[in-house]
């Protein structure tokens, strides 16, 4: 009763305290409404943000902008790795190199596993190659372990064990019409892998089949980026989280199921380079340089130079180039450079005019050298090769453009330099032992030690020495040879024009037998160098001359001889112009003496 006196009373107060409390319900659901873009319909793209009014009556107690910014549409980032996932998929030396695992073991676990690659061939010339011996041949030129190809394939297709042969078409996962069929496919994945190893950090991040970004972390490692890059373009996000773990249906368990190993283990310390040279030239005679190992980098890119052994830079030959090219007539006997077993002899489709010949040893201990664009094969495949034995003829097949050797050397997969790494003073530090795909390069030559590093106690008397005593003439300079600096003169035919002379001469610190060598610089003087530069050796026991072919020796160190030496300035090394051609260039650099 009370109650309701107090409201007939007071009800004009009541009635405006309500239509208050209803104004600021209205204001505040217009005032969201107004700060909220409209909900797209259902299908329907997102529309742009509803335009802000200039003012909004706030509350007082906050303060708004005059206007709200433009919204901005976010970066797409790749999406968290999640937690629980492996960092390594396979371990960097395992996705090189399988020791003694080639054709005719391929061949066996296909048969055994009832595989319908087992009976696959491909056209190849005017015959056909087998899937086993083509895996293994693309797996050789493309440094990487055939095993973990065959998981790759199994995870994509299932086809290691099982399989029917309408299916092999897409056996990588790789949808693209013209890399459909089994060989293009193989030929696909292994150089998609062996790009994505060697480019590790510098390629950008791929899209996944739905168009998100491929997760793919940056803390892995070379070789795991590589096949996460891979598998990236045959998979959506959901199957991608799938094949990257280490449970059912994914790589890793796929190469366990297959090989009963485990993929992400090491092979271990045991491989361990040479401790001695032991190649020999693998043909008779001498050949020109066209082309040498580029230690930044053989990673079939070009990066406007080549950086050879000296760690000189160079414009001349193939940039990116992973052997040394010898140009050599066709025909010419091709010869083991050390002995071993044939892993691969046969012809290669490389996509170029013709299939490429090549043979490849190994040499137990992880080495291997290959052997390509041969005319022809003359070592059958599993047999075992000595030294010096013929195992082809020089031809031009494959992508080359005209009859050479291109030698090929690896350690456990990996392309290495034979020639070792000499470095300069501009590049002190080999660049390819550095990279993730690289490896340390040695000197693998037999039958006379390496000039590079030079041992501590050997005797340098380079041309800008003051043990160098040149004619007074007008020489040439290039920026090139050793410590950076050579001289030239134009070859001469006669020795009654000859005005370029040159001595070498040491300050031995004992006596005894001493390897001599002398730099030849590799660089373009607009004219070819010579084949019979007369080099005139003093030493204990009189004169003895020798002519060395600066022509087809470039870049390198070439033997003089071992000879016998006093420790007095006696001695010497002497060198003219005359070599009995004309408009020849005729280098003029260092000259070392290596204590026996």
Partial sequence: MNVLMVVQRRWPLILLIALNLGAALFVGVDLNRRLRA??????????????????????????????????????????????????????????????????????????????????????LGAGEDTFAHALVGHCIRYSLNPKVLLALIEVESGLVRGGAAGETQWALGYRDAKWQGLE???????????????????????LLTDGTLAPIPGEADAATQSILRLLSYTADAERFAVLRSDGPGSFVAAYQELFGEDPRLPLGDSWEPARRPFLQMPFLGAALVTSYFDHEYPTFRSNGTILPYSGERGYQSYDGHDGWDYALA??????????????????????????????????????????????????????????????GTVGSTGCSTGPHLHLSVEFLGRDTDPYGWCGSLDVPDDPWAAHPAGTKSLWLWQGFPSPCPLPAAAVVVDD?????????????????????????????????????????????????????????????????????????????????????????????????????????????????????????????????????
């Fill in 38 to 123: 409209p909900a797209a319909p259902q299908g329907a793209a997102e529309p742009s943000p509803a335009p802000v009014p200039t003012m909004i009556p706030p509350p007082t107690a906050l303060v708004y902008p005059t206007a709200l910014p433009t919204p901005v549409p976010p970066t797409p980032t790749a999406p968290p790795r999640p937690a629980g996932l492996p960092e390594t998929l396979v371990a960097a030396d395992r996705f090189t190199f399988e020791p003694d695992y080639y054709a005719a073991e391929v061949q066996a676990f296909l048969e055994a596993r009832g595989s319908v690659l087992a009976q696959a061939t491909f056209p």
């Fill in 184 to 206: 293009l496919q193989l030929q696909w994945a292994a150089y998609t892998l062996a790009d994505g190893f060697r480019q590790a950090g510098a390629k950008e991040t791929p």
């Fill in 330 to 391: 066709a025909g010419t006997p091709v010869q083991a450079a050390a002995a071993g077993r044939v892993a691969f002899a046969g012809f290669l489709d490389t996509l170029c005019a013709t299939p490429a010949g090549l043979v490849v040893l190994d040499h137990g201990g992880g080495y291997r050298t290959l052997y390509w664009h041969l005319q022809t094969i003359a070592a059958p495949e599993g047999t075992a090769v000595a030294a010096g034995e013929t195992i």
């Fill in 464 to 596: 800008q020495d003051p043990r160098f005593a040149p004619s007074p003439a007008l020489w040439y300079e290039a920026p090139v040879g050793h410590a950076g600096h050579a001289f030239w003169s134009p070859s001469a035919a006669n020795a009654h024009v000859s005005t370029h002379r040159a001595v070498w001469r040491p300050e031995l610190p004992a006596t005894g037998y001493y390897f001599l060598y002398a730099y030849v610089p590799w660089y373009d003087t607009g004219r070819p160098d010579t084949t019979q530069a007369r080099y005139q050796v003093r030493h204990a026991s009189g004169e003895t001359a020798v002519t060395v072919d600066q022509a087809h020796n470039t870049g390198l160190w070439v033997p003089l001889g071992e000879f016998y030496f006093n420790a007095n300035d006696k001695e010497y090394v002497y060198l003219d112009e005359v070599t009995g051609e004309e408009n020849r260039t005729v280098w003029f650099d260092a000259v070392v003496w290596v204590k026996k």
